[in-house]
Structures are given as structure tokens and as C-alpha cells.
């Protein structure tokens, strides 16, 4: 491994490690380019920080502020991280328990991130960060509803 790929993985694992142990804010914007966006993928019907995008450090702050607002998490944890080089990106895999505040539905959730970094004075920092979730079960907890107690429906 090339200690730029290295560098890729650590850069990512610092981030997840941050989100996984609820770091403060400070310690999370640190990780990103002042010129950074954030998008979740999903209709932004189902809650103001899904479908779309926030630019820059102010941009992220508000991000964090929703995810702050509407969410809650535990025992969050990544894997399977892939790094390339050429790209400057890290797709990553997380896991945790989350929980919609105002109606106190939880659901398991599995998610992706792709992060994108750059080098600033020295230091990769994240360019773009892309979330991709499961916004059904966050719609249904934010309706009070859970996912298993929707009957399935079949063709």
C-alpha cells in the first residue's frame, strides 16, 4: 500500500471514529475544507437534511444542527473501507441504531459514505461527503411508524 492510500484510510477512519463516538462539533468540522459540501441522498420531503446540498463550514454546521435536531444514534460502527488513489476517495460502510427525536422510533441502519478529500496546508480534509441511508425507515420513524410493522407487500 502506498502511503498515500495510507493517508486516504486514516483521513476517513478519523472522521468515523468522530462520528461513531458523538465528538463535538469542533472536532467534527475539522475534518472538512472550508469549502466542503454535504449531501444525503433521498427526497427531501422526508426530513431537511435529505436531498440536499450544504456548502462550506456553515453549510456542514447547519447539517450537523439537523442531524443534531431530528436524530439520535448508538452503537455506530464502520468497515469495509476502499480508498482510491486517483480519485482521492473513500467509500465506507457504517451500521448503528438510530432514533427519530420527537416520536422516539428507533430502526437498524445500514449506510454508505463517500467521501472525497483534498490537501490543504498538509492535510487531506473532506471535499464531499455523500450519504446514502435508509430514508424509508427514517420517513416511517418520523410517522411514528416502524419498518416491521409494515406488511410486505409482493408482485
Same mark, same amino acid.
Given at each position: %500500500?502506498?502511503?498515500?492510500?495510507?493517508?486516504?484510510?486514516?483521513?476517513?477512519?478519523?472522521?468515523?471514529?468522530?462520528?461513531?463516538?458523538?465528538?463535538?462539533?469542533?472536532?467534527?468540522?475539522?475534518?472538512?475544507?472550508?469549502?466542503?459540501?454535504?449531501?444525503?441522498?433521498?427526497?427531501?420531503?422526508?426530513?431537511?437534511?435529505?436531498?440536499?446540498?450544504?456548502?462550506?463550514?456553515?453549510?456542514?454546521?447547519?447539517?450537523?444542527? *439537523?442531524?443534531?435536531?431530528?436524530?439520535?444514534?448508538?452503537? %455506530?460502527?464502520?468497515?469495509?473501507?476502499?480508498?482510491?488513489?486517483?480519485?482521492?476517495? =473513500?467509500?465506507?460502510?457504517?451500521?448503528?441504531?438510530?432514533?427519530? =427525536?420527537?416520536?422516539?422510533?428507533?430502526?437498524?441502519?445500514?449506510?454508505?459514505?463517500?467521501?472525497?478529500?483534498?490537501?490543504?496546508?498538509?492535510?487531506?480534509? =473532506?471535499?464531499? *461527503?455523500?450519504?446514502?441511508?435508509?430514508?424509508?425507515?427514517? *420517513?416511517?420513524?418520523?410517522?411514528?411508524?416502524? =419498518?416491521?410493522?409494515?406488511?410486505?407487500?409482493?408482485?
Amino acid at each position: %500500500m502506498s502511503s498515500h492510500y495510507d493517508s486516504l484510510l486514516q483521513a476517513a477512519e478519523s472522521l468515523c471514529n468522530d462520528f461513531a463516538t458523538k465528538a463535538d462539533l469542533p472536532s467534527m468540522l475539522s475534518h472538512y475544507s472550508p469549502s466542503a459540501t454535504a449531501f444525503e441522498h433521498g427526497d427531501p420531503h422526508f426530513a431537511p437534511f435529505v436531498g440536499r446540498e450544504f456548502k462550506g463550514i456553515d453549510g456542514i454546521t447547519e447539517y450537523f444542527g *439537523y442531524l443534531g435536531r431530528y436524530l439520535t444514534y448508538e452503537n %455506530m460502527s464502520f468497515g469495509e473501507y476502499f480508498a482510491d488513489e486517483r480519485q482521492n476517495k =473513500v467509500s465506507v460502510k457504517g451500521k448503528g441504531t438510530f432514533t427519530w =427525536v420527537s416520536t422516539g422510533v428507533k430502526w437498524d441502519e445500514r449506510f454508505t459514505y463517500v467521501l472525497d478529500f483534498t490537501r490543504e496546508d498538509g492535510k487531506l480534509k =473532506v471535499s464531499r *461527503y455523500q450519504v446514502w441511508a435508509d430514508t424509508g425507515a427514517l *420517513y416511517l420513524a418520523k410517522l411514528s411508524q416502524r =419498518v416491521e410493522d409494515i406488511p410486505a407487500t409482493a408482485e
